[in-house]
Nanobody, 114 residues
Framework: VQVVESGGGLVQPGGSLRLSCAAS????????MGWYRQAPGKERELVAT???????NYADSVKGRFTISRDNAKDTVYVQMNSLKPEDTAVYYC?????????WGRGTQVTVSS
């Protein structure tokens, strides 16, 4: 099973980025897909999750700025990040779960700085 993130980078405050994450390999019946982040010196925290049926959950810190979506046919999840702030700087990790397994990607760096 592979979970691969893409789309990170350096962006100025107020800018936007779109992260993508694709799951591949022997993974079936994906349930929840989501994004987490970890800033230097801090614990990993939830950003947003989305169920197979499209129910979403967001951290309070990103509500109204980030939008999570998924393509079930492609086993892919996205997060559109707008109005980025320096405090959004972190490594962003994709998480994919089935009824029995959990899988993490290696992460993609997002840096918000002028």
């Amino acid at each position: 099973v592979q979970v691969v993130e893409s789309g990170g980078g350096l962006v100025q405050p107020g800018g936007s980025l779109r992260l993508s994450c694709a799951a591949s390999g022997s993974i079936f019946n994906i349930n929840v897909m989501g994004w987490y982040r970890q800033a230097p010196g801090k614990e990993r925290e939830l950003v947003a999750t989305i169920s197979r049926g499209g129910n979403t959950n967001y951290a309070d810190s990103v509500k109204g700025r980030f939008t999570i979506s998924r393509d079930n046919a492609k086993d892919t999840v996205y997060v559109q990040m707008n109005s980025l702030k320096p405090e959004d700087t972190a490594v962003y990790y994709c998480h994919v779960s089935t009824s029995y397994t959990n899988h993490w990607g290696r992460g993609t760096q997002v840096t918000v700085s002028s």
